[in-house]
């Protein structure tokens, strides 16, 4: 189970993208992520006239490390940690600042 999943909303703590929000679009295997409007990328892509596709400069949501992102609890209008706890036999994630749990 992971702290952070697909449509969670983030904050990136480190690198260049410091400061920014953005929610996750995907988890991938590795411990990287998308998130929507961060670490963007610039691809030059070939146009392929058989699918209908235009070439040109095309920007996109590169990878970005699991490590450097936090859960944005927006309660308290700051990035925040996650855990784990059992409640009704069930296992959740939640805020460790305001106990809220998320889902």
Known sequence: MNKIRKD?????LAGRDRGRRGEVLEVRRDGRLIVSGVNLLKKHQRGDPNRGQQGG???????????????????????D???????????????????????
Do not use: C, H, M
């Open 8 to 12: 969670d909303e983030v904050i990136v």
């Open 81 to 103: 940690r996650v855990g784990f706890r059992i409640e009704n036999d069930e296992k959740v994630r939640y805020l460790k600042s305001t106990g809220e749990v998320l889902e």
């Open 57 to 79: 400069i095309i920007e996109r949501e590169g990878p970005i490390d699991a490590s450097n992102v936090a859960i944005w609890n927006d309660a308290e209008q700051r990035a």
